[in-house]
């Protein structure tokens, strides 16, 4: 599986575009941002037809140090979360065919 990186990303937009690179790396950085304050503001955000962003809950627990045995307390926490949308599980499927 390949890697592709903001500056590929970017440049993919850009050939389907036109648009001015700056242009780009703006929305683009400006849409992450976006995403990252709604989910610090415990907002969920829907992209159709992309999938949804989301938080997972983790209550607080008590966990075994594997060396000591000793109990350790883990705090409750959030942690962002992807689900992709039917639309895209179906493209993806249909290009590995």
């Known amino acids: 599986m390949e ?12 050939e389907q575009t036109r648009l001015p690179k700056t242009t780009i790396w703006r929305v683009l950085d400006a849409t992450l941002e976006e995403i990252a304050k709604a989910l ?14 989301d938080l997972r809950h983790y209550p607080a627990r008590m966990g075994v140090h594997p060396r000591t045995g000793e109990e350790i307390p883990y705090p409750e926490r959030y942690a962002p979360s992807f689900r992709s949308s039917l639309t895209l599980k179906r493209r993806i499927r249909a290009e590995e065919e």
């Not at 610090?40 to 962003?53: M, Y």
């Open 3 to 14: 890697t592709i990186r903001k500056e590929e990303l970017v440049d993919r937009i850009l």
């Open 40 to 53: 610090a503001n415990h907002e969920r955000v829907h992209l159709s037809r992309f999938g949804t962003f």
